[in-house]
């Protein structure tokens, strides 16, 4: 393979790393925009720095999966920043706007209810599901080593960035990452990531 051609194959896995990737970008912080416009973020990035793989010094797809945590952790950083500085606030559920009859009610009562319960953070599951989910992903992670676990438990609250300023080195953290992956993939919950 040259420096910038990609196989079906690669291609096929940027799509779906991507996707992934900005899936849970958007459950983590969820006015960071649509899981579309998030991945397409993340798929030019791909390609402007494509040019710079350098496949000596790592695989491809560990060069693919460490772009897209980065920019991740970028544009997550950069909306944090700008919520703290008051910019690109949106709308309130609490605003008060008015209705098609020129009422006036809060957002909320005009909002699409799927829409209302992903901006106000409740899991659209089923309440079977939810527990159903927590159990095997309890079973996945009962199976892992204490390290694994314990990097579980830290990636809840801290991105991997966090975690390498913090002083954990980035090659062992991605690496542990890629078996966690892993234990999730083999127990087909991979899709919930």
């Known amino acids: 393979m040259s420096r910038c051609e990609l196989s079906q194959e690669m291609i ?27 991945q397409q973020d993340l798929l030019l990035d791909i390609l402007q720095r494509l ?7 790592a695989d491809i797809k560990t060069f693919i999966s ?28 609490d605003d008060w706007v008015l209705d098609e009859d020129g009422e006036w009610i809060r957002r909320d009562g005009v909002m699409d209810a799927e829409l209302l319960r ?11 599901e939810t527990v159903n989910l927590k159990a095997d992903v309890a079973a996945v992670m009962a199976k892992l080593p204490e390290e694994l676990r314990e990097l579980c438990v830290q990636l809840q609250t801290h991105g991997p960035w966090e975690l390498i300023q913090g002083g954990k080195a980035s090659a062992v953290l991605y690496k542990q990452m890629a078996e966690i992956r892993e234990a999730f993939r083999e127990a087909q919950l991979d899709l919930y990531q």
């Open 66 to 93: 460490r772009l897209v945590d980065n920019k991740v952790a970028s544009m997550i950083d950069t909306f944090r920043r700008a919520r703290r500085r008051g910019e690109g606030v949106g709308p309130s559920v």
């Open 12 to 38: 096929d896995y940027v799509t779906e790393c991507t996707l992934i990737r900005a899936r849970q970008a958007v459950r983590r912080v969820r006015n960071l925009g649509d899981v579309k416009d998030v």
């Open 118 to 128: 992903a901006h106000r953070g409740v899991d659209s599951r089923s309440a079977e």
């Open 51 to 57: 040019p710079n793989f350098d496949g000596e010094r």
